[in-house]
């Protein structure tokens, strides 16, 4: 049986990589009367109407998140100071999804791109080590990737001639599938900053680097790739989980008002992780 030859890509998702298409990438397409009408974003901000470029005070505070009493005549903002002051309103809000812990740093560090990086792709190495921690601390033998592809490669090496045979490469594949993609939505991620700025994914590509096979024993090294998508799309904001609260509402105008446009951008992350097992293991 020949074997595999490695590199070799063992697992793509259906959504692809850098899909600028995808919905919730979409910017700048929407007016006053769409986003008033179709999302009901009439109350954006405590601190300024992105709609009058006026300046509010605590007199303009709607009793409720449904509910807009009578806005008073405050100081004129242009749009440009308009959205500095939301971001900065933005970025303040976040706090309360990033309490504690090495990444909570991150979403201020991800609003500040949206708002200077005109929808440049991000990077930091941070996300890089988040993806690693949550890969090999998962330690579920129902969904962890790596625990189901240390035994798809005991169960499929061929250990008489020390190699994985090329037509068992999708064994690996399916191990893959039958586990859930590394995600930020444990209960930790709702205050540690990940589920914030990460949360769920978008795209993933697992391939193995390399497989060295001795004395019954094998290591792997796993690269894992994944892309994220930092925007909303109008399924996010028509969820009154989110739309209750003014830290969305803020980014979907920013986001998608045809008088601000501030471009969503692709989050990319990688991992690679190691590997090892013998043939006798259970």
Known sequence: MAALQFPCAIFTTQNRMDDYHAKDMRCGDLTEAQLKSQYRLDYISDRVDPWT?????SMDRPQSMFCCNLRGQGEKVTRQQCATMLFDEFRSLSRKFSLYGPYSHLIEKMITH???????????MSLDRALKEQIVRDISERNSTRILLSKAFRTNIDWESKHFPIENRDRLRDAVLSGKLPKFDRFQD??????????????????????????????????????????????????????????????????????????PFMTNMEATVEITGGCYEI
């Open 53 to 57: 470029l006026t300046l509010r005070s």
């Open 190 to 263: 709702n205050y540690n900053g990940m589920g914030i700025t990460v949360h769920d994914t978008w795209a993933t590509h697992i391939t193995i680097k390399s497989l060295h096979i001795a004395n019954d024993r094998y290591r792997a090294v796993v690269h894992y790739k994944v892309q994220d998508h930092f925007g909303l799309d109008s399924d996010d904001i028509l969820n009154t989980k989110f739309s209750q609260f003014h830290f969305f509402r803020i980014w979907f105008v920013l986001q998608r008002y045809n008088q601000f446009g501030f471009k």
């Open 114 to 124: 949206m708002q200077n990086g005109n929808g440049t792709p991000f990077r930091d």
